[in-house]
């Protein structure tokens, strides 16, 4: 796991020493051990450690190095194709290396390091861009072709790795993160007024190209760009992967429960790959338990260290699960114990790592956990980020699900379902059938349903005017519709509302203690194949959730967590902790309350990261 960066068009050589340094230093957390750095011209190629000399070039590549993989020199980026012709910088693990290797060799090629960047050079050599295709893992790179000179910047199928960039008429800018990309050049840091509105009335970030910087991209998953050494200023965009659920699987329950169980222990197989210490989450839930006990059953000797928080409040505590699932599993537990005053403690360093807002506190005690794991001498965690998106884990699916039936006119079964449902902790029958038929709305019913929420999807917190003069109107976040209401749902947010954002918490809270947090239940293997099951098979006819990952499951996960019904996950007690903080708030907020009009009490419920959205509200 590391961080890189990069220029293309390097004109101004008194500048380089002073950009690089400050862009290393800048990423200096996602990458502790090494770091390097490499110049590219027509003629000529040059690199080496520390920060590069002061020289015109046409691109500069920049890396910080966490060492999990081959921790000897023969691991160290940026990394160069004997022939000269391509260099590679790379963020995250492709977990196939070894399978990868095995291939590359057979057809001619010498690989002489132990460790996956050299591999991936050598699949490009090979296979091109194609060998995006061919690899499981998570990753952002950058890799230069200097004889067809270009550079190509490719991301992961589900963008489990950032990958930021910025064009302009002079260069062509990436990093890692933000507060990179804006060291290496002369960036605006205005801001995106539709992803403000997004992230202000939905609590939406992450999706898509665009960021809250405007001017300011990622790389969407699944994409790779194609950058022109000689034009620069005019990338070129390639989706490489799209997730098919079109294509149904006509498979037997029982064979696509073994068949799940088999998926599930070998991504944990191929995730245990590290020549460093490795550890996991554990929320008590019947995801990181199962990649806890799956842990176990793959390496009955390791010495297994998990790590927990342990919410204040009973009803939130999931304490008795953790003990449950790290006593089965023989594993030494870590807890994490934080209240109001430890969120007030790390508010500014969230803030300065996240350089996005977030919407959620349970972001700040996973940033405690992996402290804690840090301090442990762990450097690599397994998590199982991904689970609720693919396996229908959180509430709002149930309606989803029942939505599925009414439009395929299964009434009987839907009344069933609903009646069965309303048992389950947290679901409400009112809400699940007024959820379930907006899903069924005719296009005009909708639009006449949008005007009627006006008021609501543009709150009287908000400035009005100040969006209305960047031409910004008020709309609810588009959903398509098709026959499977829950597949349609559980796609939209993998992609494009729920994961994305917290991905992107995983990544920086995990890097800020240079951790590499890897989620072995996002591989395409394993999402194309719960995506084209019947959905049935993931909810059941009584509304539990991951149906068919908890009868997988049988033997690895205690069976009282497996029987579990509620979903508590990393919940904090948020409402308790901001009446503690009340006081706190209000002083804090006051200032731009009193210039902008806003309530302190709305704006308290508002908090984030990002100084401009004072001036939309």
Known sequence: MCGIAGVVRVRTAGRNHSLSDAALRLLRHRGPDDHGWLLSSASDIHFGRGTPPEHDADVLLLHRRLSILDLSEAGWQPMVSRDRRFAIVLNGEIYNFIELRRELENRGHTISSHGDTEVLLHAFAEWGPGCLKRLTGMFAFALLDRFERRLYLARDFFGIKPLYYASGPESFLFASEAKALFALGNLSRKVNAQRLYEYLTGGLTDHGGDTLFNGIHQVPAGHYLVVDLDAPERPHLVRYWRMDVEDRLDVSYGEATQRLREIFLDNIRLHLRSDVPVGAALSGGIDSSAIVGAMRRLEPKLELHVFSYVAESPELSEEKWIDLAARQAGAIVHKVHAGAADLIADLEQLIYQQDEPFSSTSMFVQHRVFRLAREKGITVMLDGQGADEMLGGYRIYQSARLASLLRQGRWLEALRFAARARRLPGVDIRSLFLQAVGNLLPGQLKALGKQMLQKSIMPDWLNRRWF??????????????????????????????????????????????????????????????????????????????????????????????LQRKDKVGFATPERQWFQDLRPWVEKTLRPCTNDWGVSSSKASSRMGGFAERRKAV
Do not use: W
């Open 468 to 561: 209305e003069d960047r031409g910004i109107r008020p709309r609810p976040v588009a959903r398509e519709s098709s026959g499977d209401q829950l597949r349609s749902l559980l796609r939209q947010t993998l992609f494009e509302t729920s994961l994305p954002m917290l991905l992107r918490y995983e990544d920086r809270n995990s890097m800020a203690h240079s951790i590499e947090s890897r989620v072995p239940f996002l591989t395409p293997d394993l999402a194309g194949f719960l995506l084209r099951l019947p959905e049935e098979y993931l909810i059941g006819p009584d509304g539990t959730s991951k149906r068919i990952f908890r009868d997988a499951m049988r033997g690895i996960v205690p069976e009282p967590i």
